[in-house]
């Protein structure tokens, strides 16, 4: 029986991000575009949508589209290719062509809509059934592919599914506090009057004409046994007492941070000057985990959307380090129980719900014939007439039972196999 500690993800690797450079004074970007405005969001329940339209026939169209060029202006006329080659295949069935006309007819007018084609992304993917129509704009490009077939094509989509995560930036300078949620999708700035507006705010602020400086606590920062406030003069103790009120500024901070995220376990990224990082996280321990990231450099003068860009960054980073995460879990268990290296025995395994994670080669081209009231399959390489793209059955079956895939070049799976999985039981 295998144990219990092998069946339980593992968090192989530290998700802690390199600290990201960033100058001051960097010019402001607001007023530009960045590259999710194009983009439609592709989540978990857009997929369950799409499996759960399990009829025949369901047209699936995808294809590599451009932002701007000589290839931007060829892309209606590729798009209406595809779906001349889609309209052969559903006549060649012996369908009537107004059913199909009437069902094809979302995707027949895009073509000749311009305004259309003037906001695309990477890659376009059209799903059209009887009833149904769904199209997204992708950041990632697209095999140029049309398939007609009993439920939709899912794997082409993968490598587009957004991480469910969301990040948080704080841009935290003495000035001024800004918190961003950051997301695949885009970026919002959180107003909450929680958040102190800056460190005047937060400990209470007076100026003598004396040349002393005194920073009176206001009610955010005083706490038991303490004084009303700290008074500043010149010399090295006055440089320590300024220290003292930098980290009463930050733990005010932090103490409302903690009220307005939703999840204090959220990794948070820190926009600030770099002499800042250590008292920030004095203030922080034992009421937020460790950042996930700094963002170097004085943040008044960046735009939300420059300081989101790098919060993306951050996602796309830790994302990355979750998958290698699971290779090495996989690499971990192979020849055990819970690590299948075939798809003979995987796609039996998905089934029947047993698959946790699907690891799926980016070349991997598989096809054969599954039965599947005997859970027997037979592989080979190259499609022949009638047989079934097998790593999309196993694709479907996964994502039917709530099981992760991760798409990756062959040379990344563990003995470079075209399929992997980790069962979960």
């Not at 006329?77 to 107004?98: I, M, S, W, Y």
């Not at 932090?254 to 307005?260: A, D, F, G, S």
């Not at 943040?299 to 790098?310: C, E, F, I, N, T």
């Not at 499609?383 to 793209?389: K, M, P, T």
Request: aromatic letters at 6%; glycine letters at 10%.
């Amino acid at each position: 029986m295998p144990s219990a500690e092998l069946a339980n993800p593992t968090a192989a690797k530290d998700t802690r991000y390199a600290p990201v450079q960033l100058s001051e004074g960097a010019p402001d970007l607001s007023g530009r575009p960045y590259p999710f405005e194009a983009t439609d969001p592709l989540r978990r329940e857009d997929l369950s949508a799409l499996l759960a339209l399990a009829g025949d026939p369901a047209v699936s169209i995808f294809l590599p589209t451009h932002r701007r060029g000589r290839e931007f202006q060829q892309d209606p006329a590729r798009l209406k290719n595809l779906l001349a080659q889609a309209e052969a295949t559903l006549a060649a069935r012996g369908l009537e062509r107004r059913d199909w006309q009437e069902w094809l007819a979302p995707a027949a007018v895009l073509p000749e809509d311009g305004d259309f084609w003037l906001h695309q992304a990477d890659g376009l993917a059209l799903f059209l059934a009887p009833r149904f129509f769904r199209s997204f704009r992708l950041a990632v490009s697209l095999p140029e592919r049309v398939t007609v077939g009993e439920g939709f094509t899912l794997r082409p989509l993968l490598p587009a599914l957004e991480p469910e995560e969301t990040l948080w930036v704080l841009a935290l300078s003495l000035k001024q506090v800004r918190l961003l949620e950051v997301s695949a999708r885009g970026i919002r700035r959180v107003k909450d009057p929680r958040l102190p507006s800056g460190m005047d705010e937060a400990l209470g602020y007076e100026s003598f004409q004396s040349g002393r400086e005194m920073h009176a606590l206001g009610p955010r920062a005083v706490g038991p046994g303490r004084n009303g406030g700290v008074a500043h003069g010149h010399g090295d103790g006055d440089e320590e007492n300024y220290k003292l009120d930098q980290l009463n500024y930050f733990r005010a901070v932090v103490r409302e941070l903690v009220k307005v995220l939703p999840d204090r376990n959220a990794p948070l990224v820190l926009a600030t000057v770099e002499e800042h990082v250590p008292r920030f996280e004095e203030a922080m321990a034992g009421h937020l985990p460790a950042l996930a990231g700094v963002v170097s450099g004085g943040p008044d003068h960046v735009s939300d959307q420059a300081l989101g860009r790098k919060g993306q960054e951050v996602l796309a980073v830790r994302q990355e380090l979750g998958i290698e995460a699971e290779i090495d879990r996989y690499r971990e268990i192979g020849g055990s129980p819970w690590g299948l290296g075939d798809l003979g025995r995987i796609l039996p395994a998905a089934l029947e719900g047993r698959v946790e994670t699907l690891f799926l080669a980016e070349e991997a081209e598989l096809y054969g014939y599954f039965d599947r009231e005997n859970l027997v399959l037979t592989v080979h390489q190259g499609a022949l007439e009638g047989e079934e793209d097998l790593c999309e059955a196993t694709v479907r079956e996964v994502l039917r039972t709530a099981g992760r895939v991760i798409v990756v070049p062959r040379a990344r799976i563990p003995g470079e196999r075209d399929a992997g999985a980790i069962l979960r039981y």
